[in-house]
């Protein structure tokens, strides 16, 4: 469910491309030096931007390291680090090491499922370092399994779920931005499942898998695109309106950036494929 957070690069300037892939780098770093090459390997986009937002809220100052990259040879690579990178780390593996046990539920993909047993470690310590957060991860999971498994049609009921998960998430600390910082991670939480299921409709229709765009498909077949876009749209209006009531300065360009065009990069994708299948050359 990770990779719908991202950036636009196009519309970045030079400046927030370097610093937006300096926070990228260093979360790896993090990973590696946490977790070794296993946590590496889930290094995704979505908790770059978690990084980049706690940063600017609570104005962190950054260690700056240059190292080279074996995925990338030649050149020197730059990684900032600071408390909110160590902490989206943590809650990389934590995320991670659940999608991996559903994946293994759901399709004894066994690949996954190693890679789950070694981040077991790992996991159990974040998990004690972090019980808030592990706990609302963990119900989570087991109230989504339960969702799915009666096929709930209440799209606003199952997509809440990864809301009030992302939420809990995001409230970093429990201080005066826990509140608007877990109404930022809930809508998000949102959209990211609601994207999810959305990229994934065709492919659960042919697999007889459960897909909560079921119902409104069904009901509005002419309108479905339209209503789903509206969906989506108003899940990533409420998250911006979030993040405008936060002082954020530091970064507040990368932030809109991608809130406003990177998260519907995917979205963007899926219509022109959509739109490829309908008029073959």
């Keep these: 469910m990770f990779g719908y957070i991202y950036v636009n690069k196009k519309d970045l300037s030079d400046e927030n491309k370097k610093q937006y892939q300096a926070y990228y780098c260093g979360l ?28 600017g809220l609570y104005e962190l100052q950054n260690e700056e390291l240059k190292f080279l ?28 090491y659940n999608n991996l046990i559903d994946d293994w539920k759901d399709d004894r993909n066994y690949p996954k499922h190693v890679l789950s047993v070694m981040l077991k470690k790992d996991y159990k310590r974040i998990s004690r370092k972090y019980p808030r957060q592990a706990k609302a991860v963990e119900k989570y999971m087991s109230r989504l399994e339960q969702l799915e498994a009666r096929k709930e049609e209440n799209i606003d009921a199952v997509a809440g779920l990864t ?11 429990d201080d005066i931005w826990a509140e608007e910082l877990h109404c930022l991670g809930f809508y998000m939480g949102k959209f990211i499942y609601l994207m999810d299921a959305y990229e994934d409709l065709e492919k659960d229709r042919k697999k007889h898998e459960y897909n909560p765009f079921y119902g409104l498909e ?39 950036n991608i809130l406003y065009s990177g998260v519907w990069s995917k979205y963007e994708y899926l219509q022109e494929k959509k739109k490829k299948r309908r008029n073959p050359k």
């Design 28 to 55: 790896c770093h993090v990973l590696r030096r946490s977790s070794g090459v296993r946590g590496q390997v889930l290094l995704n986009y979505d908790m770059t931007f978690l990084i980049i937002l706690l940063t």
């Design 69 to 96: 990259c074996p995925m990338h040879p030649g050149r020197k690579k730059l990684a900032y680090v600071n408390e909110a990178s160590r902490y989206a780390g943590d809650m990389n593996i934590l995320l991670s």
């Design 163 to 173: 809301g009030e998960m992302l939420g809990d998430v995001f409230a970093w600390k």
């Design 218 to 256: 069904r009901d509005n077949p002419k309108d479905f695109e339209t209503l789903s876009r509206l969906i989506l749209t108003s899940m990533m209006s409420e998250c911006a309106k979030s993040f405008e009531r936060l002082p954020v300065l530091q970064h507040a360009d990368i932030i809109r």
